[in-house]
């Protein structure tokens, strides 16, 4: 048992040294790295060279997909309970319960919600401008897309009969999701 114990103990110290990097070898010396902060050169200041490099702009605020509708919110465009919500990376789904009736809300934040508007149009589907959603908005037989502050929002909703009946609450929630962005 002291032996399984000994392996165990080296297999913990190899893992640890490389879950930090390998900054460090195992026997406690530095490899022949250079100290952090010790001398870089004699570069006179003011050398371009020697300067920092502009910061990195800063990410798109991310957005939870499942807060830009929630489940009461999904249910009163769809007109039927749905199932709880589903999030995946940048989106969000809502589906019927499998007793019917069929129903399907889904909601993409950004890049992929822009992209679906972009094949939408480039496919030659109508979409109508929505007055008082966001920077920009418009309304397709179900779906609707909305851009505030350069954040777009897709949502699609599946259902069994005429699209014309989610004309309005599709709308709705778009003004209701520019307001949460």
Known sequence: MTRNRLVLAVLAAVLT?????GCAMIDGSDGGAPAAGGDQGTAAAGDPS???????PSPAPTVDACALVPKQDAEKVAGTPLEDAVPAQESCSY???VSGPTAQLEVYVGDGAKKILDIDRELGHEL???PGAGDEAYAEDG?????KGGVWVAVRLVRTDDPATYRAPLAELARTVAGRL
């Open 50 to 56: 020697t300067e920092a490099a502009p910061a990195e």
């Open 128 to 130: 109508t401008p929505i």
């Open 143 to 147: 779906a609707v897309f909305v851009n």
């Open 17 to 21: 040294a490389a879950a930090t990097g």
């Open 95 to 97: 589906t019927g319960p």
